[in-house]
């Protein structure tokens, strides 16, 4: 049975590949990090009881920060296959954060990387890197390939700029079967809650049921490549199945705005919007002129409001990959589309939203 152990495992991505990879008979280990609370709620679903005597799951603590910790739990394991998909992978945050992001993002791959060389693993274990589309940040070229040269616009970006080099380098210094995936945006339900699009298709689903009044959004003109975290996780996979260590884009070739996918959202929870003088003006508004389907809007309510405090220090304005080398070597195309992926998003947060509407009004 082969092993792969995985970085970030109770994160979107993360939760995703575990189940992936349990559909394909691999066994699964992962780190989490110590919570005062449970964090485990992407993958409680697959999680197994440690006392099962061939558990196919395995959960152990560990943090990106640590180095004896990473090195003793992959000395355990013995993985074939390790994906580092843990990160702070906000980029907003790593402005506010910018050297817990390096630490985490950047040593947390060169950790990961030196443990398997020192353990002796370098010949059995191939390593998967989450590198990002925010490394072409002030972009050089439309659309961006594993060509474009990079000018990374925040500390995740120049971060995650490191972790892609080290990797590089570990690949030719040691001849290790290292790779770097450099995945464009990708989302689901499991989206974190503060990422756009999330944060879009749960604020709607909210206002829509009289939850919440207004969503408050930073720049809603920046252009986004946005596919869906099940169609990237499969091509991690494949990336390590190949013969040779090679990187790759991973992307639509598609771009929408954010003004574009707020519309989309509001469509599917029945309000239909009117935009006036929004985009980086903060006065400009956001106003419902339907709201058919809805039970907590009315004509002429102002859904969204521009708010300075989510705009970035230094913003990547526009990304859109170029997957067509996966395409041509690893016959991978995304099979969901972004419109799709939006209706899928809204559907699940507004059954939350109507279940918390059910119980604040029989107050439960
Ligand atoms: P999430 O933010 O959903 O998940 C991040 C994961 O990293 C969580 O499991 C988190 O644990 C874990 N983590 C955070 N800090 C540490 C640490 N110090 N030590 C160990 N683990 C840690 O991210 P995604 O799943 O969306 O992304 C996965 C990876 O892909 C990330 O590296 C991200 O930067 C990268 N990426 C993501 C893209 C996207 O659009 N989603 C696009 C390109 C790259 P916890 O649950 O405890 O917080
Ligand atoms: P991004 O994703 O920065 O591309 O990084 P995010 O969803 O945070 O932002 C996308 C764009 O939307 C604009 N925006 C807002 N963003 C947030 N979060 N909140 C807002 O209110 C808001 N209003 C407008 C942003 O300015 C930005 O232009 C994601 C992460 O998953 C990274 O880890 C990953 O590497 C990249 O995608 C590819």
Redesign the pocket.
């Known amino acids: 049975m082969k092993k792969a152990f995985i970085?970030?495992?109770?994160?979107?991505?993360?939760s995703y590949l575990a189940e992936f990879l349990l559909e394909k008979g691999y066994q699964v280990h992962g780190?989490?990090?110590r919570?005062s609370q449970f964090?485990t709620q992407r993958i409680d679903h697959i999680y197994q009881d440690p006392h099962d005597p061939n558990p196919r799951l395995c959960l152990h603590y560990?943090?990106?920060?640590d180095s004896s910790n990473l090195t003793r739990v992959l000395h355990d394991v013995q993985p074939d296959e390790v994906y580092?998909?843990?990160?702070?992978?906000?980029v907003a945050v790593s402005f506010e954060s910018p050297e817990y992001t390096a630490d985490?993002?950047a040593l947390?791959s060169l950790r990961l990387l030196e443990a398997i060389r020192l353990l002796g693993l370098a010949e059995k274990t191939r390593f998967y890197q989450?590198?990002?589309?925010?490394l072409y940040g002030l972009v050089q070229e439309t659309p961006q390939t594993e060509q474009t040269p990079f000018y990374p616009r925040s500390p995740?970006g120049v971060a995650?700029l490191y972790a892609y080099w080290i990797t590089i380098n570990y690949r030719e210094a040691y001849n290790m079967y290292a790779c770097n995936g450099i995945?464009?945006?990708?989302?689901s339900p499991?989206?974190?809650e503060t990422?756009v699009t999330r944060k879009i298709t749960r604020g709607l689903a909210n206002i829509a049921q009289g939850l919440e009044d207004c969503l408050y959004m930073g720049n809603i003109d920046a252009l986004r490549d946005w596919g869906h975290?099940k169609d990237y996780v499969r091509m991690q996979w494949m990336m390590l199945q190949q013969d040779a260590p090679q990187d790759f884009v991973i992307a639509t070739g598609q771009q929408y705005s954010v003004r574009e996918f707020i519309t989309w959202a509001a469509a599917e929870c029945g309000i239909t919007l009117r935009f006036e003088g929004a985009g980086l003006d903060e006065r400009g508004i956001v106003e419902a002129i339907s709201g058919d389907n809805a039970p907590g809007v009315q004509v002429g309510d102002t859904i969204v409001r521009i708010d300075p405090r989510y705009f970035r220090p230094t913003e990547v304005d526009t990304l859109l990959g170029d997957p067509a080398k996966a395409a041509r070597e690893l016959g991978w195309t995304p099979e969901i589309t972004t419109r799709e992926m939006c209706a899928e998003m809204v559907t699940e947060d507004l059954k939350a939203a109507r279940q918390q509407a059910f119980i604040q009004s029989h107050g439960l």
């Open positions: 970085t970030g495992i109770t994160g979107q991505d993360g780190i989490k990090r919570a964090n560990g943090d990106l920060t580092n998909l843990g990160a702070q992978s906000h985490v993002d947390g989450a590198s990002t589309s925010e995740y995650k995945l464009f945006n990708h989302e499991r989206r974190g990422f975290a």
